[in-house]
C-alpha cells in the first residue's frame, strides 16, 4: 500500500521513473497490454504461466546482491490467486534461508518502492505473507512482519480514506474500511501476535490481508469510481513526466 501523494512523494517517484518507463512499473494507460480489462484466467492457462514465472524468479535469485525483489504486474496471475498458508519449508524452494530473511528482502523491496506495506505475492513470491509500517509517522516507524495474517474482529465505525497499491503506480482509490482491526499473525521469530490495530496501520493490515486472497483495491471499487481515478492517474502520471523534466533541466542548468 501506499500513502497520499504529495509533491515530495512526486517527486521521489520521479526519481523511480526509469523503472516505470522500462515497463517494470506499468502505469500509461497506452499501457494497453499490461492494463486492459482483466480477463478470466483458466487453471491451465494460468499454470504455464506460473511455471515460467517461478523459473524467471528462481534465475533472478541466482544472481547476486540482490537485495529486494521487483514487483510483478497489476495482471499477472501470482497477484490474483489466493495463496496457501505458509510454512517454513516453503522457502528452501526459493533459496531463501529463515523467515528473517525473507521479511528483510521484503522491508528492502517495499521501502525501494516507496511503500507502507508490502505482499510476498506483489513481487511473485507465493508466500502468505506481508510486510507493513516503517513510516516515521505511523506508530514511530514501527514494522511488522505478518506471516499466516488473520482479521479476527472489526470495528462496526468505518472510515474513508484514500488508498494506493504498490502494484498500481500513482492509483489513489477512497476506500470505506472499518476503524479498527483484531487481528492475528505469526511473526519473523514464529512468535503468534495477537492484537489491535488503529488508524493506519489497521487499514494497512486490511489492505495487505486482501492481496493473501488475491484480491486488489481495485475490486472494492464501482467501474466509475474507477474510471474517475484512473484519469487522475494519467493526470499525476502527466505531472511526474513535468517533474521528472523539470529536474533533469535544473540539473543541467547547474552542471553548465
Ligand atoms: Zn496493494
Sequence with gaps: MTNKLTPEKIEEAARHYENITSGKTPILEKDKGLLKEQQPILDSQAQPIVDKQIKDMHDYLKKKDQN????IPPTDPRLLMRIAPYTDDMLKEF?????????????????????????ANQVGLPFRMFVMGGHPQIEDGKVRNCFNPLVNDV?????????????FPFLFLSIKRPKWVNVKYTDENGETI?????????RIFQHENEHM???VFTDLVSKMKLDRAKK???????QTIRTQQQRLR?????KV
Excluded: F, W
Aim: hydrophobic share 30%; charged share 25%; glycine share 10%.
Design 250 to 254: 535544473n540539473e543541467v542548468k547547474i
Design 194 to 202: 495477537d492484537e489491535y490495530l488503529h488508524g493506519m496501520s489497521a
Design 155 to 167: 470495528s462496526p465505525e468505518t472510515v474513508v480514506m484514500k488508498e494506493g497499491c504498490l502494484s
Design 95 to 119: 533459496k531463501i534461508e529463515d523467515r528473517k530473511e525473507l521479511s528483510k528482502k521484503m522491508y528492502a523491496s517495499m521501502v525501494k518502492y516507496g511503500g507502507i506495506g508490502l505482499s
Design 232 to 238: 487522475a492517474q494519467s493526470k499525476l502520471v502527466k
Design 213 to 215: 486472497n488475491g484480491y
Design 68 to 71: 529486494s525483489y521487483p514487483l
